[in-house]
Structures are given as C-alpha cells and as structure tokens.
C-alpha cells in the first residue's frame, strides 16, 4: 500500500499502526470500487489524504494519528457524486458541502470518532461546509484533500507525457 507521490510502502511505517484496525473493514473495501478524481478509487484518495495529513500534522506536532484517522474517513461515502449533483432537487445541497455529512455518518457506524475526528471529516470541504474548522487539524487536512485531488489528476497525466518523451 502507497500514497501517491510517495514510494514508502505504508504497512512497514509508523503511519500504518494509526489504521490498522479499520484499514481492511468491508466499508473501505468497497471504495476501491469506485473511481475519484478521473484516475484513482476513492479507496486510494483517502488513503492520499490519510497519510499526507498524518506526515503534516506529525512534523507540526499535532494530533498526527487523529489526522489519519480522519483522513481515512473523509470520503466514507458510496453514490456517484456527479449522478447526485444532476438529479438533486432545488434546495437540497450540494455535493460539495453534504457529502461531509454522509462521510462521517459511516464513519460514526464503523469506529468510534473523537471530537477532532468528527470536525476534520465534517468540515474537510471547508468553505463549501460553512462552518469553521474548530482545530488546525481541520484546516491541514481540507487543505491535504485538495492538494490530493491535484496530484491524483495531474501525475497520470504528466506520466503519460513523460513516457512518450
């Protein structure tokens, strides 16, 4: 297991003793079934999110293991994300500030969260979430999530670019 960017094989680190005892759970399992940001599963951009929150929070000497708790858990939701945006009624969210809600919904059924943990997965698209974060964690991981995003578009693409040269 590897975050993006990163050639650390994560079962052998530090990181690893943070999730293990929900890294392999069903509920996560089913997210490598669904494809996030073009190229990834949902399953590989959490774990993105996880462990580059982890790495942050540990060298700023925060609640590094809370970090990848959470960051494991942000995206704990199963429906397309594009099919909800177009069939979604007037007045009810978007996807971009409610699946947050749903994340840590699952989340909540699958482990215990602690008070850090529920604010990091429920406010991770912060300003779309309109409340603010209430930790500096919160705002490392919104910050990690988008970070994520781009690498996971953008490194297959310049892959690609690089092995046609």
Known sequence: ??????????????????IDDIIECEQLEQLK??????STTRFQHCVNV?????????RLGLNARSAARAG????????????YNSSRSK???KHSSMH???????????????????DMIE????????????YRETYIITIVDKYCAVLEFCVPKM???????
């Open 1 to 18: 297991m590897n975050a993006i960017g990163s050639k650390k094989e994560l079962t052998l680190c530090s990181y690893y003793s943070c």
């Open 33 to 38: 079934l669904i494809t996030h940001h073009v």
């Open 50 to 58: 996880s462990y580059y929150s982890y790495i942050v929070c540990r």
């Open 72 to 83: 494991l858990l942000h995206d704990l939701f199963y429906y397309n994300r594009k099919e």
């Open 91 to 93: 007045g009810q969210p």
């Open 100 to 118: 947050s809600i749903q994340a840590l919904r699952n989340a909540e059924q699958l482990t215990d969260i602690t008070r850090l943990e529920r």
């Open 123 to 134: 406010k991770h698209m912060w300003p779309a979430t309109r409340a603010l974060p209430k």
């Open 159 to 165: 892959s690609k670019i690089i092995r046609k040269k």
